[in-house]
């Protein structure tokens, strides 16, 4: 890795994960501690870049030099994502994006009702900001870059979703109750619209996220700076 390879580069990096509300006090949301997309943040900083990073719920302390955008639900990350991609050069989704809300937000505590069942929790759809990112793209030459978060049939999940999103990089990670959300390590392949797919042995998220720039310092080449 090239000690400034990233200079003037706008990189923006999305980390931990959303929260959807279904009242006042309670949410539906997932394992990420946004130690990944952090470690990312402070790779590209250290290489260079001005770093622009949304942060979903994450309990970390803010990177040094490091522009921190904090948001809650999916449509708030979206809404941080669309415009810190407006002159960015890069842009990398590591954060844990819910793919369904709550369809009704309960403006009051939902309250349990003696001899009644629950009633059940209907879902819609969230935007997927990754695939939105990677169609709507602000410069012909930005890059985007996502994560995909696998439990099963890992590489052939992972290159179905790189098809999928669009997106020119993939970096595929094999996740578990107590695999990769919270730890310091990871171990992943790095799948690229070209056709490269890059094994990342396991080693610190640090380590994997200098891989990463590394692919995405290659891609920009020559390319002049946005
Ligand atoms: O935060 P840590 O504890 O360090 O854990 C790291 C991690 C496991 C969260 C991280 O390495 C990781 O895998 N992040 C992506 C998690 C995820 O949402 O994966 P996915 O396979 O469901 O989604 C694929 C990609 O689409 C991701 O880049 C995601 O950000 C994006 N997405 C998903 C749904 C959606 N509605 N919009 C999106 O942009």
């Given at each position: 890795a090239g000690a400034a390879d990233l200079a003037g580069r706008h990189v923006v990096v999305s980390a931990g994960g959303t929260r959807e509300a279904l009242d006042p006090v309670r949410f539906l949301g997932n394992r990420s501690s946004g130690k990944q997309g952090y470690a990312l943040a402070v790779t590209a900083a250290a290489r260079g870049a001005r770093v622009t990073l949304l942060a979903a719920?994450?309990?970390l302390p803010d990177p040094a030099g490091v522009d921190v955008v904090r948001v809650t639900s999916a449509l708030e990350l979206r809404e941080a994502a669309v415009k810190a991609a407006a002159d960015a050069d890069v842009v990398v989704m590591a954060a844990a994006v819910a793919d369904f809300r709550p369809a009704v937000y309960a403006a009051g505590k939902i309250k349990k009702v003696e001899g009644e069942e629950p009633a059940p929790v209907a879902l819609v759809r969230n935007p997927d900001i990754l695939a939105e990112l990677s169609a709507h793209?602000?410069?012909?030459s930005q890059l985007v870059v996502g994560f995909a978060a696998e439990t099963d049939r890992v590489l052939e999940n992972g290159r179905a979703k790189l098809a999928r999103k669009g997106c020119d990089l993939l970096v595929v990670n094999e996740v578990g109750e107590?695999?990769?959300?919270?730890?310091d390590s990871n171990e992943a392949v790095l799948l690229a619209a070209d056709g490269a797919e890059v094994p990342v042995p396991l080693g610190s998220k640090e380590q994997l996220a200098d891989l990463v720039w590394d692919q995405v310092a290659a891609r920009f080449g020559t390319r002049p700076l946005t």
């Amino acid at each position: 890795a090239g000690a400034a390879d990233l200079a003037g580069r706008h990189v923006v990096v999305s980390a931990g994960g959303t929260r959807e509300a279904l009242d006042p006090v309670r949410f539906l949301g997932n394992r990420s501690s946004g130690k990944q997309g952090y470690a990312l943040a402070v790779t590209a900083a250290a290489r260079g870049a001005r770093v622009t990073l949304l942060a979903a719920n994450v309990e970390l302390p803010d990177p040094a030099g490091v522009d921190v955008v904090r948001v809650t639900s999916a449509l708030e990350l979206r809404e941080a994502a669309v415009k810190a991609a407006a002159d960015a050069d890069v842009v990398v989704m590591a954060a844990a994006v819910a793919d369904f809300r709550p369809a009704v937000y309960a403006a009051g505590k939902i309250k349990k009702v003696e001899g009644e069942e629950p009633a059940p929790v209907a879902l819609v759809r969230n935007p997927d900001i990754l695939a939105e990112l990677s169609a709507h793209r602000t410069h012909p030459s930005q890059l985007v870059v996502g994560f995909a978060a696998e439990t099963d049939r890992v590489l052939e999940n992972g290159r179905a979703k790189l098809a999928r999103k669009g997106c020119d990089l993939l970096v595929v990670n094999e996740v578990g109750e107590d695999k990769v959300f919270g730890t310091d390590s990871n171990e992943a392949v790095l799948l690229a619209a070209d056709g490269a797919e890059v094994p990342v042995p396991l080693g610190s998220k640090e380590q994997l996220a200098d891989l990463v720039w590394d692919q995405v310092a290659a891609r920009f080449g020559t390319r002049p700076l946005t």
